[in-house]
């Protein structure tokens, strides 16, 4: 195809306005964790005069942030634990098994995507309530797996689909079990779809707020998107300056996950769940 | 591609342990509360006795006399519709021009245009509370662009239920930009060499050649997408919070304060049940599109 100097300019300009639209928000968002209250009520739109530390030392300091950074950052990495060791059994059967009702669980897990959680988040309250788990880690943990879980069991059942069944059966003349057959042949071979998985599922826990909001109420099991919306208050006055260190403070972990995981999630997206 | 699996002999009762925990976490985490939530929407709550009566049909009959249950109706369908379609157009220009070939510094566009999926989604209501706070950075913009009277963005009743449509739209698009990019990048070049030999201008190339051939991942992402924007509860909650004067709430955030704030939970387990009413015809799209 020929290239026309136009089409050129008019590709870049496009790409440059959508940059300067998806960025500009944040980068501004994030620019008040620097600056004083002052300039960011008088100046809506610059760059810092007086460079200050004190909302970060703010918050660390007269907040229980600390607490919430520990507690988002331990309900992640368990649920990423707990998704794998969930999902990727229940996605080797869907690959590798025949069984009566397979299309129904294939339906099942696919139609969980779609339920409105006022529905779920009462049910899961009660029950949580009757087994202790309100207010604990092991509960959000719990909770957030089992979001995790259905888009994870497709997403490996996908990756599965496309590793030869030969080495399992050749292993399997040898002696060994599906499930190490699974565990020693399998999953090694799966790391991309594995990074995909624990990418999404970390995602997931750590931006996770509706149910996170409703389930735990003790201030120190909170996590950070539930901390974050706590600082607007009832009267609507919102001190921007320690809300921005907080929010650039709990997007970073977020943003480096997923620049670091973008690669395998977008191909585990592409490829096994949605074709 | 699942040849492979059907050739081998696992059966039926040995898949069992390899699917039980997750048919254990989804039946408690995601069946059990289904069920219990259908149960809950024909109970009403008393405060007093803390106890849940039945009451039949009741809980669906006051929702359909609820003035305030239509008016987050609508807003919800205004917008599903107005993300969704918004969302679309504004994606697929960003899925061509990642995919063109004059596009410079490609994967450096591609990584920043991915920002806001990466942030939290309560972060993302936040950083726009302050965007389109009345005296906030973009009013100053446009004050600079010369915009007399620059609407009061979260606290006009008439603008606010727009205001969150934004910023979903903002917040959505590098999610169906990625999806749609896919789409286009397997379309066979061939296609294109063939449309251009036939003299076939952008607009012709576009509509007849490239919506066709991805018409499929579009479909899928469309669907999701708007059971999810149908679904979402945190933008307006953080942006607006359904105000000004219920201005902009819509269906989760209506059945959330009526569970969280009025105790009715029988009645905002309805709310749920019909928002499930409303979505079955896309989840069965969406299910038979997938297992296709």
């Known amino acids: 195809m020929r290239l026309s100097p136009t089409k050129r300019v008019l590709v870049n300009l496009v790409a440059l306005v959508y940059i300067v639209v998806l960025v500009f928000p944040v980068v501004l968002m994030f620019l008040n964790a620097i600056r004083t209250e002052a300039e960011i009520i008088q100046f809506p739109v610059a760059l810092p005069h007086v460079v200050t530390t004190e909302n970060f030392v703010e918050i660390f300091r007269e907040s229980s942030f600390m607490d919430n950074l520990w507690n988002s950052f331990s309900v992640s990495a368990l649920t990423v634990c707990l998704t794998i060791i969930v999902a990727a059994p229940a996605g080797y059967a869907m690959s590798r098994f025949r069984f009566r009702g397979k299309r129904l669980f294939s339906a099942w897990l696919l139609a969980t995507q779609a339920f409105p959680g006022i529905i779920m988040v009462l049910g899961v309250f009660m029950l949580f309530r009757t087994y202790g788990l309100l207010n604990t880690r092991l509960g959000l943990v719990i909770m957030h797996t089992s979001f995790s879980v259905p888009f994870s069991v497709w997403l490996l059942k996908g990756y599965f689909d496309g590793i030869p069944a030969a080495l399992e059966e050749a292993a399997m003349i040898d002696g060994c079990t599906h499930l190490a057959a699974l565990v020693r042949i399998i999953l090694p071979l799966s790391v991309p779809g594995l990074l995909a998985v624990a990418t999404f599922s970390f995602l997931l826990s750590w931006n996770e707020f509706f149910f996170s909001l409703v389930i735990n109420r003790a201030e120190r099991l909170l996590t950070l998107p539930v901390f974050l919306s706590r600082f607007l208050g009832v009267g609507g006055m919102v001190r921007w300056g320690p809300l921005s260190a907080a929010a650039l403070l709990a997007t970073i972990p977020a943003l480096v996950l997923f620049m670091l995981g973008q690669r395998y999630l977008v191909s585990g997206l592409t490829g096994g769940a949605i074709k | ?292």
């Open chain 2, 1 to 292: 591609m699942s040849e492979y699996g059907m050739r081998r002999v696992g059966e039926g009762r040995q898949a069992i342990p390899f699917l039980l925990p997750t048919i254990l976490i989804m039946c408690a985490i995601n069946l059990y509360p289904f069920i219990n939530g259908m149960v809950r929407s024909l109970h009403s709550f008393r405060i007093m006795s803390q106890e849940f009566t039945y009451t039949g049909l009741r809980n669906f009959r006051l929702l359909l006399q609820d003035e305030l249950f239509w008016r987050a109706f609508l807003n919800s369908m205004t917008w599903v519709a107005t993300c969704i379609s918004a969302q679309f157009v504004l994606s697929f220009v960003l899925a061509l021009v990642l995919n063109s070939r004059e596009l410079i510094a490609r994967r450096v566009v591609r990584t920043l245009a991915l920002i806001p999926w990466a942030m939290p989604p309560v972060v993302v209501a936040l950083t726009w509370r302050y965007m389109l706070a009345d005296r906030g950075p973009l009013n100053a913009l446009l004050g600079v662009l010369g915009v007399a009277n620059p609407p009061s963005w979260l606290l006009d009743p008439s603008v606010a239920l727009w205001a969150c449509i934004l910023v979903t739209v903002w917040m959505n698009i590098p999610f169906m930009t990625v999806m749609l990019l896919a789409g286009l990048q397997s379309v066979e070049r061939s296609l294109y060499e063939a449309a251009a030999i036939d003299g076939a201008n952008f607009l012709q190339t576009t509509l007849r050649v490239t919506l066709p051939a991805i018409k499929k991942v579009a479909l899928v992402v469309v669907t999701l997408m708007s059971i999810w924007t149908f679904n979402m509860f945190d933008i307006v909650f953080v942006l607006t919070n359904g105000g000004p004067g219920n201005a902009s709430i819509t269906l989760p955030l209506f059945a959330y304060q009526n569970a969280f704030f009025y105790y009715q939970m029988g009645y905002a387990a309805a709310v749920g049940i019909v928002m499930m009413a409303c979505l079955l015809l896309l989840i069965v799209f969406y299910i038979r599109q997938v297992l296709e």
